[in-house]
């Protein structure tokens, strides 16, 4: 794969996904995969919930019908995603035990850790193993948090599966950086559909897929890549904002005295948004944080260990400092709504 097959990737995806989205719209109408409004919801007609599909689709048939089906574990990253895919869509439908759910994440982590795509900075192959679960899995499930506002979750897949592209490039790894960008394109296809005005959602199935996708790349391209010097730093400052929101709404809910499995509008995004933004402009505000940790997690692959360490740190104090200003936000919970902030 040389640079020009890689934007060839990056226009694929994009097109399929923007094409594909409105038919996909049409077969969630008709299926009934909707999420209708009630009062804990901001909009107040039924949306399509099948955006899993698009990506998954768009993804894939970039995967099959490039140079990218060359990459040794494609076809169990095909699997996995396949997996996780089906658990978003039943989800999506019926409900799911979030036991159910979990054994379905660490089923489809389990696959690609079998092939190889594990961490390698350990010393020990155990401890490898089961950091690349934790990661896989955590990763996976903090996108599927934060699918909660128009384009968040995808906007930052795409932010961030660009960062881990261009990181590829730079190292030589071009089946990687084409595998980044396909997963840019897709969702950025999507993401047409889905902010500022949300015509579909990503649903579980597609935020369950984008995080486990993220998850594999941020592996990929930098902890089986960089030395310890920098392979340590990198994945944690390029999601480093996902990391920040699934740890600021478990740690809040528990302080507050309730179940961290009880969904609520009182993740940052929300909490941002109820400072006086309008809610596009708190999406807007989220992805320049994310556009600066991509910038970061760039510099630190060419870094020292020094450097690392000093940029890891400065990422650390900003998310601590932004955690316990939103922290003193009231939020809205369960039936009341903030009318100028409606979507």
């Known amino acids: 794969m040389n640079i020009m097959q890689l934007f ?13 989205t409105p038919l996909i719209r049409q077969i969630a109408f008709k299926t009934g995969y909707l999420d209708n409004p009630s ?5 107040a007609h ?3 919930l099948l955006g899993g599909i698009v990506v998954y689709s768009a993804f894939f048939i970039a995967a099959i019908t490039t140079s990218l089906k060359h990459i040794p574990q494609i076809y169990y990253i095909f699997i996995g995603c396949t997996i996780l895919l089906v658990i978003g869509l039943v989800d999506d439908k019926f409900g799911m035990m979030p036991n159910i759910k979990l054994l379905g994440q660490f089923l489809a982590a389990l696959i690609v850790i079998k092939a190889g795509i594990r961490t390698s900075f350990m010393k020990s192959y155990y401890v490898d193993v089961i950091v690349s679960y934790i990661w896989i899995i955590g990763i996976t499930n903090a996108f599927n948090l934060l699918d909660n506002m128009n384009g968040l979750s995808s906007g930052i897949a795409v932010i961030s599966s660009l960062s881990f592209g261009i990181m590829c490039l730079l ?12 997963l840019a394109g897709s969702c950025l296809g999507f993401l047409r559909h889905n902010f500022p005005k949300a015509k579909i959602f990503l649903g579980d199935s597609g ?18 890549i960089y030395s310890i010097n920098s392979s340590l730093f990198v994945p944690l400052v390029v999601l480093s904002y996902p990391i920040f929101d699934t740890s600021f709404v478990t740690i809040m809910r528990l302080m507050e005295g309730r179940t961290i499995f009880q969904g609520g509008r009182d993740h940052s995004s929300h909490r941002l948004a109820l400072t006086g933004l309008k809610k596009f402009r708190a999406v807007l505000v989220i992805y320049f944080i994310c556009a600066v940790m991509g910038l970061l997690g760039i510099i630190v692959t060419k870094s020292n260990i ?5 940029i890891g740190i400065l990422v650390l104090m900003f998310f601590l400092i932004f955690g316990i200003r939103l922290s003193f936000v009231r939020t809205y919970q369960h039936g009341h709504r903030k009318k100028n902030n409606a979507e």
């Open 39 to 43: 009062s804990t919801k901001v909009h």
């Open 8 to 20: 060839e990737v990056l226009f694929i995806t994009v097109f399929i996904s923007y094409l594909i």
């Open 207 to 224: 935020s369950l897929l984008i995080g486990y996708i993220l998850a594999i790349l941020s592996i990929k391209s930098s902890w089986q």
């Open 171 to 182: 190292d030589g790894q071009i089946n990687m950086a084409g595998l980044s960008f396909a």
């Open 46 to 48: 039924p949306i399509p």
């Open 306 to 310: 020094y450097s690392g360490v000093i």
